[in-house]
Antibody
Framework: QVQLQESGPGLVKPSGTLSLTCAVS?????????WTWVRQTPGKGLQWIGEIYHSGSTNYNPSLKSRVTISVDKSKSQFSLKLTSVTAADTAVYFC????????????WGQGTVVTVSS | EIVLTQSPATLSLSPGERATLSCGAS???????LAWYQQKPGLAPRLLMY???RRATGIPDRFSGSGSGTDFTLTISRLEPEDFAVYYCQQYSSSPLTFGGGTKVEIK
C-alpha cells in the first residue's frame, strides 16, 4: 500500500517561497507513476499544480508555471514543491498524490497540509 | 483548459435513496478520461471511478459512472450513511488537469 506524507512550513510570508516535501513509502518512487501536487481552497476548489516522473520530466499548470518547480529525490524516495512569490491567494491545503499510469487518475493521496500565507 | 461544471451543487437525500450527480465539460473529454472522487471533511479525496465508468479498487458496486464527450454522470444506487460527502469529477484528457466544483450529498 503506497503511502504519501507531506511536510513543510505551515506559515509563509507574502513574497516568500513555499516549500513542501512529499515522502513516498510502501512503493517505489521509480514506478510507472507521475507524482503530483494538488491544492484546495474554499474559493477555487481543487487545483492541479503539476507533476513529475522519476526521470525528472515535469508538467505544470500554465496558471502557476512561472512560479512552480517540482523536483524528485529518488535516493530519499521523495518529491518536492517550490512555489515562489506567494500571496494570500496561495493559502490552501496542499496535497501530494500519485497519478497511476494504468488509470491516469489519482489513486493515492497524502493527508494534506495547510499552508497559510501571512505576515 | 477544460472547465468542468457539476450539478447540483447540493443534493439532499435520505439513506437508501438513489443519487444522480452530473458533470458537464466545456469541451469534449477524449477517450472518456474522466474520474470521480469522494471527499469527506478533513480528508483527502478518494478515487471512486476512472475512465468514466470503471470502479477503482475496493469501490462498492452501488457506485457507477457513465457518459462520454461532454456529459458524465455518477450514480449511487442506494445511499449508505458513509456516502454522504462531497463528490468531484476530474478530467485527464488534456492539460491542465482540471476538477469540477463539487456536489455535496447531504442527509435530508
Amino acid at each position: 500500500q503506497v503511502q504519501l506524507q507531506e511536510s513543510g512550513p505551515g506559515l509563509v510570508k507574502p513574497s516568500g517561497t513555499l516549500s513542501l516535501t512529499c515522502a513516498v513509502s510502501g512503493g517505489s518512487i521509480s514506478s510507472i507513476s507521475w507524482w503530483t501536487w494538488v491544492r484546495q481552497t474554499p474559493g477555487k476548489g481543487l487545483q492541479w499544480i503539476g507533476e513529475i516522473y522519476h526521470s525528472g520530466s515535469t508538467n505544470y499548470n500554465p496558471s502557476l508555471k512561472s512560479r512552480v518547480t517540482i523536483s524528485v529525490d529518488k535516493s530519499k524516495s521523495q518529491f518536492s514543491l517550490k512555489l515562489t512569490s506567494v500571496t494570500a491567494a496561495d493559502t490552501a491545503v496542499y496535497f501530494c498524490a500519485r497519478k497511476d499510469s494504468s488509470t491516469w487518475s489519482f489513486d493515492y493521496w497524502g493527508q494534506g497540509t495547510v499552508v497559510t500565507v501571512s505576515s | 483548459e477544460i472547465v468542468l461544471t457539476q450539478s447540483p451543487a447540493t443534493l439532499s437525500l435520505s439513506p437508501g435513496e438513489r443519487a444522480t450527480l452530473s458533470c458537464g465539460a466545456s469541451q469534449s473529454v477524449s477517450s472518456s478520461y474522466l474520474a470521480w472522487y469522494q471527499q469527506k471533511p478533513g480528508l483527502a479525496p478518494r478515487l471512486l471511478m476512472y475512465d468514466a465508468s470503471r470502479r477503482a479498487t475496493g469501490i462498492p458496486d452501488r457506485f457507477s459512472g457513465s457518459g462520454s464527450g461532454t456529459d458524465f454522470t455518477l450514480t449511487i444506487s442506494r445511499l449508505e450513511p458513509e456516502d454522504f460527502a462531497v463528490y468531484y469529477c476530474q478530467q485527464y484528457s488534456s492539460s491542465p488537469l482540471t476538477f469540477g466544483g463539487g456536489t455535496k450529498v447531504e442527509i435530508k
